[in-house]
T-cell receptor
């Protein structure tokens, strides 16, 4: 069966510090991968998605970036965090075939920027 | 683009009572619709989905939803609420815009179950 891992589970970082969140998927090949951010009362906002190694699409301009160095690894990064980057970050995957399939979510990372 | 509106950011029901969480969508093409549940500090878990075919969809934990095209609705129901159903519920519609890969989520409904 497929599983998706995210780490760390929680993170407290000072403003201006760098960020690296990692997501890995097991039990599937060639998945589509996604990064979402969830802020209180605002639902989920798609940040990035990837359909293959090295292929990243950004949905929202911001000081975050994403990379996909391996087929089942997706990394969210920032060079300098802002207070507004605080939130709950969720990684998700879906099957490659078709554009309308359900997405499966990881456990999330709670990021607090102070 | 497709979008979802969840009516009521908070819903409170008594244990054993009917659960009804409302979701309306807008879509220019036949939608794919999803309900997810999120427990505190956890990721989202798929409850059920509608793609094509039967309009009444059954999911996990006794939940079901009915796709009503004429009403552009996909409301989530459960006949008898359990304390363990207390969570955040999200309705989502598949986006077939140029990017084609996003799920557009509603803002969520927090379900409170009282003894």
């Amino acid at each position: 069966s497929q599983t998706i891992h995210q780490w760390p589970a929680t993170l407290v970082q000072p403003v201006g510090s760098p960020l690296s969140l990692e997501c890995t998927v097991e039990g599937t090949s060639n998945p589509n991968l996604y990064w979402y951010r969830q802020a209180a009362g605002r639902g989920l906002q798609l940040l990035f998605y990837s359909v293959g190694i090295g292929q990243i699409s950004s949905e929202v301009p911001q000081n975050l970036s994403a990379s996909r160095p391996q087929d089942r690894q997706f990394i969210l990064s920032s060079k300098k965090l802002l207070l507004s980057d605080s939130g709950f970050y969720l990684c998700a995957w879906s099957v490659r075939e078709g554009k309308r399939h359900e997405q499966f979510f990881g456990p999330g990372t709670r990021l607090t920027v102070l | 683009a497709q979008s979802v509106t969840q009516l009521g950011s908070h819903v409170s029901v008594s244990e054993g009572a009917l659960v009804l969480l409302r979701c309306n969508y807008s879509s220019s093409v036949p939608p794919y619709l999803f309900w997810y549940v999120q427990y505190p500090n956890q990721g989202l878990q798929l409850l059920l989905k509608y793609t094509t075919g039967a309009t009444l969809v059954k999911g996990i934990n006794g939940f079901e939803a009915e796709f009503k095209k004429s009403e552009t609705s996909f409301h989530l129901t459960k006949p008898s609420a359990h304390m363990s159903d207390a969570a955040e519920y999200f309705c989502a519609v598949s986006d077939v815009s140029n990017s084609g890969y996003a799920l557009n989520f509603g803002k969520g409904t927090s379900l409170l179950v009282t003894p």
